[in-house]
């Protein structure tokens, strides 16, 4: 049986198994993914209206842990259980006097700027299915493959100073980033290379001199016959999206400024070096470029966390590259005054058994785990929730997919109970269930 890429055991990076999508690859209707029976279909079926949102976050940036973060090495250790629950390190309490694994210093000093949910849970064991929960706010069904958190975003508001509004940094590890049930058009854009790697460059921003004009002129040429046949039918929402997705992609082509936003060579040295030098430093310093410039949502990948074994020397392997780069892209936001603006989301598919096993790592664990954020409307300084004292169950407050779900989209000006149209004209809710979590914002 093949295996998920989250499966295949503890990597300092999951890029084994990445598919990149082609974004500017629009030179066929069927690779847009749109028809002119789907955007009919669209058009024909009358939407409940429902109750919108003035945005609080003009932008996220989602950082995913891949393979499972361990609760009690991270945001909710347990510095007074016995060694074989509270694992190989010795917690250390932040700035607000709540505890963070001992190898968060930096986050330490800035607990002060985020909340923490502590009772996050779900009932899904396998990498593949608490992938899916964390990236859609739905359970995975055999029925319907559904939406990423970024192509909803990108469905609903398309994209901003020529950019595409949802970039993968730097690739698509799972399916469940894509755009599920809607258009391809909706999905991410992915670098294709690593903004660590020497001599990093993002394929497709070129300018058109320096793309095969022939080609070029190919696709040029049969997107003008497709835009001719679209205008024989009143506008809908469906086109105004593939008009968005056209100027973005064109955008992207032909514009400096947007290329410019992939240009980590344009920041200082001095900074990038306190970032770090590393995939964690890299990625994160380009996704605070990407939503400067205009991008909506960027969802950045960073190192593998299925520690069945040696979980102290995983962690002390992984963790203070992202200590390091998370505390200083908080900094670096506040600094900008983008912090009140962006929100920054830290999820995993789930966390880890509260009990340490015979080699010494931790396995699977759905039942409670931790999720932080910062910025775009919640609070500071808080927690949210609490897992017992073994961090084995909920105590209090226990959080959903569909919770978080519904309160990221309420932050960025999305109401959850809005429906979109599924291929064959079935409307389907954006987050099923669930509620706004009132009490974590600012």
Same mark, same amino acid.
């Given at each position: ?31 847009? &993914? ?12 009358? %939407?409940?209206?429902?109750? #919108?949102?003035?945005?609080?976050? +003009? #932008? ?41 694994? +001992? ?11 985020? !909340? ?33 958190? &970024? ?30 049930? %809607? ?9 294709? =290379? ?22 070029? /002129? ?50 200082? /040295?001095?900074?990038?070096? +306190?970032? &770090? ?16 410039? &205009? ?13 069945? #074994? ?31 603006? !962006? ?9 880890? !058994? ?8 931790? /396995? ?35 959080? =959903? ?36 979590? !009132?009490?974590?914002?600012?």
């Amino acid at each position: 049986m093949k295996m998920h890429p989250l499966c295949q055991g503890n990597h300092t990076d999951l890029l084994a198994s990445q598919s990149r999508r082609e974004f500017i690859q629009i030179g066929a209707i069927a690779g847009l &993914g749109l028809t002119l029976p789907d955007l009919m279909r669209a058009h024909a079926v009358e %939407m409940p209206k429902v109750e #919108s949102f003035a945005p609080v976050a +003009e #932008s996220i940036i989602h950082i995913y842990l891949p393979g499972g973060m361990a609760q009690h090495e991270s945001w909710d250790p347990k510095p007074f259980a016995s060694p074989d629950y509270r694992g190989p390190f010795s917690p250390i309490k932040g700035v607000t006097g709540e505890y963070v694994g +001992e190898k968060f210093a930096n986050i330490a000093k800035i607990l002060d700027k985020i !909340t923490i949910i502590r009772s996050m849970t779900h009932g899904e064991a396998a990498h593949e299915r608490g992938t899916h929960n964390m990236f859609t706010g739905y359970r995975p069904s055999p029925a319907i493959k559904f939406p990423s958190f &970024g192509s909803v975003i990108s469905h609903e508001q398309g994209s901003r100073n020529n950019l595409p509004p949802y970039v993968v940094v730097p690739n698509v590890i799972a399916p469940e980033q894509q755009s599920g049930y %809607m258009s391809s058009a909706y999905g991410p854009f992915a670098l294709g =290379s690593d903004p660590a790697d020497k001599g990093f460059n993002v394929r497709d921003l070129l300018s058109p001199k320096d793309i095969d004009q022939k080609r070029f /002129d190919r696709r040029r040429t049969l997107l003008g016959a497709v835009d001719e046949h679209f205008r024989t039918i009143e506008k809908s929402d469906a086109l105004n999206a593939m008009d968005s997705f056209y100027q973005a992609a064109y955008g992207l082509i032909s514009s400096q400024k947007a290329r410019e936003a992939f240009n980590l060579n344009a920041e200082a /040295d001095k900074l990038r070096d +306190e970032y &770090g030098r590393n995939t964690a430093g890299q990625r994160f310093l380009l996704a605070r470029r990407l939503v400067e410039a &205009g991008v909506r949502m960027v969802s950045v990948t960073y190192g593998g966390w299925d520690h069945h #074994s040696n979980i102290k020397g995983a962690f002390e392997g992984q963790a203070p590259n992202f200590d390091v780069a998370f505390a200083r892209l908080i900094k670096d936001l506040e600094d900008r005054g983008m912090l009140s603006k !962006t929100l920054v989301m830290v999820s995993s598919e789930f966390g880890r !058994t509260p009990k340490i096993n015979n080699t010494n790592g931790r /396995d699977h664990w759905p039942r409670v785990f931790s999720v932080a954020l910062a910025g775009g409307g919640v609070k500071k300084g808080h927690i949210y929730g609490s897992s017992d004292a073994l961090g084995g169950e909920p105590d209090t407050n226990p959080v =959903s997919p569909m919770d978080l779900a519904r309160t990221m989209y309420r932050l960025i000006g999305i109401n959850g109970d809005k429906r979109i149209v599924a291929d064959g004209g079935r409307p389907i809710d954006i987050v099923n269930g669930g509620s706004i979590l !009132t009490d974590i914002l600012a």
